[in-house]
C-alpha cells in the first residue's frame, strides 16, 4: 500500500516514543510551538545553527531538516504566525512532513503537536496530512530502482480518537485516488463494482450490481444509451450501508463512474483527452466516503449509488438526436453525446428517489468544463435545491478546507434545458451558463421533496492544486473530507 496505513497516537514523554526522527512546529518569530525537555541536548546546535543562518523561516508548508547529535534528525515545520493555528495548517505540516520523510528515505516519525489536548479536530487535521502526504501512486512503475514507503508516523499530544480518525478518513481518500489515477483500461466499471464490493464486505454493506442486460430491462434508458458505444461492461452499483435504526432515512451519495469520456459521436479534441480517465472522480467519492464509514462504522443509514461505463464512439454508439427514456419515465433529447454524465446520473437519481426515502441526497459529478472556466481548480460547484443543506455543505467545506461555490438554480435556467420534442435535453443555452445547465438538468430526476445538493467536481477532482498532501497533476480525493463531516460521522 503506497501510503501509511496506521498513524498511532502516543501522549508519553517524546523521547520515549520510538522512530527514526521527530517532527515538531516552529512559528514564524523562530520559537518552537513547545518547549521541548531536553531538544537542546539531542539537537543542540544543529538547530541553533540553522536558526542562526536563516533556514527556517517557520512558514506554512515549509519543512527543514536538522541533524543533531548522533546523528538525531529532526523536521521543523512551519506554523506561520503564532496564535492563529488551524486545522488546515497543521494538515499541510502533516503532509509535508511525510513528503520530507519519503525523501530522506526516513522510516517512521514521531509528530509532535504544537499544542495539547483541547482541539480534538487538529489531531484529526494532523493525521490526515500525514497519511495524504504519504501517498504515491506507483503502481505501474516497474523500473523504479528504490521505491521507499514510509512505515510509520506516530502523533505525540493530542486527542487519540480523533487522530484514528484522520487517518480512517484518509484512507478513504488514498483509496479514491488509486482508482481514480488508475487509467480507463484497468479502472473499468467492472473494476470500480469490485472496490465496491471489497469496501462493503469490510463494512458490512449490502453491494448490488446490475449489468447491461439487467438496468436496461429495469428502465435506465439514460444509462443503457450512453453505454451502448462500449463493449466494456457497464454496471449500476449500489451500496447500502444501515447501521443506524431500520427507519431512520438514509442518506443517498451518487457518483458519476464515466470510466472514460471519448465524448462518443460528439468527439472530444485529442488534447488532453487522456484526462478523461479521470471522470469517474465522482464515483471515487462515493467510493472514498463509503470506505472511511467501513472504518468508522457510525450509526447512521448511508446509501452510496453509481452509475458506470465508457462513452465510445462507434455504430452502436447512441446519436446527438436520439430520445432517451430515463428511470423515472422522463424522455431526454440528446443534443451532444459528449453532455453523457447527466444521462447516466439521471437514472441514478431517479432510482435514489424511487427506491428510498433519503434524508438527502448529494451528487458527484465531474460533470462540466464550464465549471473549470468559472471557478478555476479553486473551488467545487454546488447547486441544490435546499436552503439549510447548502447552508450545511458550506459549513463543512470551511471546517475541511474544501471550498466550494453555490450556484443559482432559477427557474430561467430550469427554461433552458426544456426540449421542443421530449421532456427536456442534454444541453443548455449555447455558450451559457454551462455548469449551472447540468444542475437544472438533474433536478428534474430528483424527487420534489428531497432536499438534493449536486457537486460539479469538473475543477477540484485531479489537477493543478499542488498542496503538501496533496500531488499536482493527480487525483486529488477533494471533498471526501467534506462529505464524512457533513454526514456528521
Ligand atoms: N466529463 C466532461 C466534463 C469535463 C470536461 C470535466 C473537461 C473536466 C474537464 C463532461 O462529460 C462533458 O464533456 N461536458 C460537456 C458538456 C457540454 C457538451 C454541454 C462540456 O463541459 O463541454
Ligand atoms: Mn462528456
Ligand atoms: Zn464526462
Redesign the pocket.
Known sequence: MAHLSKVKHSSADWRKVKSDAIAVGIYDDLKLSRQLQGVNRELGRGLSNALAAKLINGKVGEVKTVVGKKGAIAFVFGLGKRGELNAEKLRRAGGGVSKVCIANKVDSVAFIMPVDGKENYFSQAAAEGLVLGSYQFNEFKTTDEDPFEMKGATVVGGHKTSVSKGAHIAHGVCLARNVENRPGNVATPTHIADNAKEIGKAGGMKVTVFDREKFTKMGMGALAGVASGTEVPPKFIIMEYMGGPKKQKPKVLVGKG?TF?S?GI?I?PAA?MD??K??MCGSGVVLGVMKAVAELKPKMNIIGIIPSTE?MSGDKAYRPGDVLTAYNGKTIEVL?T????RLILADALSYATKHYDPEYILDFA???????VALGHVATGIMGTDEALVKTIKTSSKTTGEKVWEFPLWDEYIDQVKSRIADVK???APMQA?TI??GAFLKSFVGEDIPWCHFDI??TAWGDKDLPYQNKGTATGEVIRLVVDLLGI
Open positions: 464515466l469520456d465524448g460528439s472530444k488532453k484526462e478523461m479521470y471522470d462513452n451532444n459528449d453532455a453523457e454524465g465531474t460533470l462540466t468544463g464550464a465549471v473549470v442534454n444541453v443548455g454551462g445547465a447540468g469538473a475543477g
